[in-house]
């Protein structure tokens, strides 16, 4: 089995390289004369389209209210069940729900590294 560092270093270096490939091909499109036309079209598009919803968004005052609170009740209940699943996890219980059509979900834990 590979070491940790062995493989969190392969994946920084593969990242670098990424990073370096992308930066290249946003600097050929940057050049590009026809790219940066077709680019003020589309921004010019965005602006009428953003305008447009916009104006639709005011008649739409209240269903926009009310699917903020929808948001925030789906957010906390998503937050409770990684709770619930959690605890029964440590409890060593089965954990698994059904939805409407009998498809079985069970969790999936994963683990990621943050700076110190």
Known sequence: ?????????????????????????????????????????????????????????????????ELDVIQNDITSDRELLSDIALSQFMKGETIMVKDEYDNEYEPTFTVKFKKT
């Open 1 to 65: 089995m590979q070491e940790i560092q062995e493989v969190f270093n392969r994946i920084k270096e593969t990242q670098k390289k990424q990073k370096d490939i992308r930066s290249a091909y946003k600097d050929a499109l940057a050049g590009s004369g026809e790219y940066r036309e077709i680019i003020d079209q589309i921004n010019t598009l965005r602006e009428k389209k953003k305008k447009i919803e916009g104006q639709i968004r005011n008649e739409f005052n209240q269903e926009f209210s």
